[in-house]
């Protein structure tokens, strides 16, 4: 592969991946290494990750695509709502006792 056919293919390989559905395609470095295309980079999720390479593969076929991307999980904790307990919220049968002393 000469070199001008490595610019045009990375190219065609970067014009697909900027047309597909990913939330951030420039995140993504295409290289061509031994007759290979080789995805870098991060992405959000395994959706995008299989979108990538779906999209590289279309672009550069009948190259291989090496996918060398990493799936970067943010996870966050579900909320933890606290309320402050009123009077209103304890059972009619059982009141809560606001003397001090008395059970």
Known sequence: MTGMDTVELRDAVREALDKSPLADA???SVEIVDEE???????????EWMEAEYAASTASSPLKVKNALTIS????APKDDVYQAGLESFPASDPPSWTPGET
């Open 26 to 28: 420039k995140s993504i």
């Open 37 to 47: 295309v080789v995805l870098k980079g991060s992405v959000a999720s395994a959706a």
């Open 73 to 76: 999980v943010v996870w966050e």
